[in-house]
């Protein structure tokens, strides 16, 4: 029963990890059709430079704020000088870019930072709180990490449904010419997408850095999980981002627990196949055709 | 249409993954060239010079602390080379990064022996790396030694030109599981191992002395996969009520595994393969201990928690035996010969094999004689190897069918109450011995008290280092 529980709490702790990473793919995918591979690396370089602020005396919440915003300010940077550029051109060009990047951002951040793995601090304490008498695998930290995702979900959800930037957003992703004909600043909206989903990278690269091996690749699992995550959501809804991340961290927790954690990623591959077969536009999608 | 969409998603993975490794690949490279002489005689050897390579993960999840050991090794040559090299031949060591791939292993390892003419593969590192280069060193005749892994694969009469170094991992894991049957007899045991030869040769040793009745749950894991807690694990070893856990584990694997057991309250005793246990190397990654609010202050305290008191099997001695002959010159030559090295990590556990493995090098090079040549090398290696004066506590045993190297070690454990030691990362738990030390084979032979003593430093390593 103490196993049942832990392994169902850590399924849940990680899921919501996977459903941070997932979120950002969703955002920008609905924005601007590609699949960022970069998404993970993305995460990463920026908790590593919450790491420097560390190690360099700056308070935890400082560091942890600085990686949201450079993480956000990236992302616009990353559309402007790298994405727009390839609007137009066959949609494979801007998936291999977002490749690249993945490679160049490990490879920067191993030869600033080093590949020596090692241990990056939780915002609270990581000892499983106890219940009853036993103390379960959730700790104080993962008890902010689901609020932390089911907090930045709910308000992407709020800015698209009751915003007029939100209207735009959706607007523009939906019938780009048309908004453009009525007003809408397209390209601009395409930008606050990625800074939007590069956030969320962001946040998913420092709450899951304490519960990793932390170096130049800790983010590449979780960025297989986070797109598994993302098109069992369907990846167009970030309310299926979190049911997504959610399903995906549970499987491949009770598949680590009770059949072998070596079959962990397998699991996530098979649960993609899965869904690609008997459900293709995900649990959340609709099933418009649309270019991506 | 749905379907259509998400098509192309799939290709793209296949795309990125197949991109992605390749530029992996195209990254990866030469670190340290060298224009070689050609010899007349032996490939790779003149009168002022031999040369030889290596491969080994400079870059990579398996590069920390591993990366720490070439230059090690290389260390110890130019402190040699500084002295006038061995019969006047200054060693020229090539080592690449093979990132612990096996198929870059392979191609490295042919520019290494086509393109630069090595004379002998010294100290490449990782068995499924080494199990990819084991057959075409042989059949090129090239001395595959001193291989950085404990496999039971480097000795085989099929592949006479490899030879291992540290003790196999049956050997350690013999020597843990008889201290664990005459120190916790009746305790609930239980395991986990890395799913490769690593681990499953420790738990061979391990099991060859430890009841399968007294083991409670085995537990593993997949190395290419690292990369979170392994929660489930020590919730599994949790449930099933182990009260020692055995561990073969990389210094991450170690640490991600101690992190959720604290988490959970889970506090068994520990003991670990080697491979996982030196505090320098895994208290870095233990910092994740730490919150928000104590980081800076108790992040270091906080790892050596965590380590204390973790048993473990050492063949030669440890870094924090600062009064030991050995581990005085060996920081003598770190600090001289690779300063960077010295600032960054230190004596640690990964610094200190490089030294001594490449030391016993050294030694062979000198065995072999003035007419060097592969043959004469592999010779003094077989019949002259006891002699070699090295930091293991027990000689290495090399003979014409045994080639594994150390097959002995004594039980010590990390802790604080034999004192404390710092390096440049961080203050460490100390060293208590609580055992003699120990010899066995990887077989069914008995686990024996050696009763022979360390040797001395030699008077030309200790004057010129």
């Not at chain 2, 090595?118 to 030694?145: C, M, R, W």
């Not at chain 2, 979170?228 to 449930?239: I, V």
């Not at chain 2, 190897?385 to 190297?405: D, E, I, R, W």
């Amino acid at each position: 029963m103490e196993l049942f529980v832990n392994i169902l709490l850590s399924g849940v702790a990680q899921g919501m990890v996977f459903a941070a990473v997932a979120l950002g793919l969703v955002l920008i995918s609905r924005a601007t059709g590609v699949i960022n591979f970069a998404q993970g690396a993305l995460g990463m370089f920026t908790t590593f430079i919450a790491f420097s602020l560390l190690s360099s005396g700056v308070g935890y919440w400082a560091a942890f704020v600085a990686a949201l915003a450079i993480g956000f300010a990236s992302g616009a940077v990353i559309e402007r000088t790298l994405i727009r550029p390839l609007q137009g051109k066959p949609a494979l060009n801007p998936v291999i870019v977002t490749i690249g990047l993945l490679v160049v951002l490990e490879g920067v951040a191993g030869s600033i930072w080093g590949n020596v793995a090692r241990g990056f601090p939780a915002a609270f304490s990581q000892k499983g709180l106890v219940i009853g008498t036993t103390r379960v695998a959730f700790s104080h930290f993962d008890v902010f990490i689901v609020c932390a995702v089911v907090v930045l979900v709910l308000a992407i959800v709020a800015l698209f449904q009751w915003t007029d930037l939100g209207l735009r957003m959706r607007a523009a992703a939906f019938a780009p010419e048309v908004s453009r004909l009525l007003g809408v600043r397209v390209g601009r909206l395409f930008t606050l997408g990625w800074a939007l989903a590069c956030a969320a990278g962001s946040l998913a690269g420092l709450l899951v850095a304490p519960l990793s091996a932390f170096s130049p690749y800790y983010m590449d699992l979780n960025l297989v999980y986070g797109f598994t995550a993302a098109v069992l959501g369907g990846l167009v809804s970030p309310v299926g981002a979190l049911v997504g991340g959610l399903v995906t961290g549970l499987a491949i927790a009770f598949v680590g627990g009770y059949i072998g954690p070596d079959l962990q990623p397998i699991a996530a591959l098979a649960l993609l196949l899965l869904v690609l077969m008997v459900r293709p536009q995900g649990l959340f999608g609709t099933t418009e055709v649309r270019r991506v | 249409m749905k379907f259509r969409k998400h098509r192309p998603v799939g290709h793209r993975w296949v795309v990125a993954v197949g991109t992605a490794f390749a530029m992996l690949l195209a990254t990866g490279g030469v670190v340290v060239s060298s224009t070689v002489a050609r010899a007349a005689s032996t490939t790779g050897v003149t009168s002022t010079s031999v040369t030889i390579g290596a491969t080994v993960p400079l870059t990579g999840p398996a590069a920390p602390g591993y990366s720490e050991i070439a230059p090690a090794v290389d260390a110890v040559f130019k402190w040699a080379n500084a002295h006038g090299g061995v019969y006047g031949r200054k060693i020229k060591y090539i080592y690449l990064n093979d990132k612990y791939d096996p198929t870059t292993t392979a191609t490295l390892t042919r520019k290494l022996v086509l393109d630069d003419h090595i004379f002998a593969d010294v100290g490449s590192l990782g068995t499924p790396t080494d199990l990819a280069i084991q057959k075409y060193l042989n059949t090129e005749k090239v001395p595959h030694l001193f291989i950085e892994s404990g496999c039971n694969c480097w000795s085989t009469s099929k592949y006479p030109a490899t030879t291992g170094w540290q003790p196999p991992y049956t050997v350690t894991g013999k020597i843990l599981g008889y201290y664990i049957e005459s120190h916790f007899k009746g305790k609930k045991i239980g395991e986990l191992y890395q799913d490769t030869e690593f681990g499953q040769d420790f738990i061979k040793g391990i099991n060859k002395e430890v009841p399968s009745s007294e083991v409670v749950s085995k537990q593993s894991y997949d190395v290419t996969t690292l990369s979170g807690a392994m929660t489930t694990q020590m919730s599994a070893l949790k449930a099933a009520g182990a009260q020692v856990v055995v561990m073969a584990t990389i210094p991450a694997a170690t640490a991600l595994a101690m992190l959720p057991a604290a988490a959970i309250g889970f506090t068994p005793q520990y003991v670990l393969d080697n491979v996982g246990a030196d505090p320098p190397t895994v208290g870095p990654l233990l910092s994740a201990y730490t919150t928000a609010a104590t980081h800076t202050k108790k992040a270091a305290a906080a790892a050596t928690a965590l380590m204390n008191g973790a048993i473990t099997a050492l063949y030669q001695p440890p870094e924090s035996t600062a009064a030991n002959p050995w581990i005085q010159v060996e920081k003598k030559i770190l600090q001289k010969y690779t300063p960077t090295l010295w600032a960054q990590h230190g004596l640690d556990g990964d610094t200190e094999y490089g030294i001594a493995l490449g030391y016993t090098f050294v030694q062979a090079l000198k065995a072999a004689g003035k007419n060097l040549t592969r043959t004469s090398l592999i010779k003094a290696i077989d019949t002259k190897a006891s002699t070699f004066k090295t930091p293991g506590f027990v000689p290495l045993n090399y003979s014409k069918t045994v080639h594994y190297g150390f097959e002995g070690g004594e039980v010590t454990e990390a802790t604080t109450s034999a004192g404390t030691f710092k390096t440049p990362v961080g203050t460490w738990p100390g060293t208590k011995v609580l055992s003699p030390v120990y010899v066995t084979t990887v077989g069914n032979g008995p686990v024996k008290v050696y009763h022979g003593t360390e040797p001395a430093v030699p008077t030309t390593l200790s004057k010129t280092a």
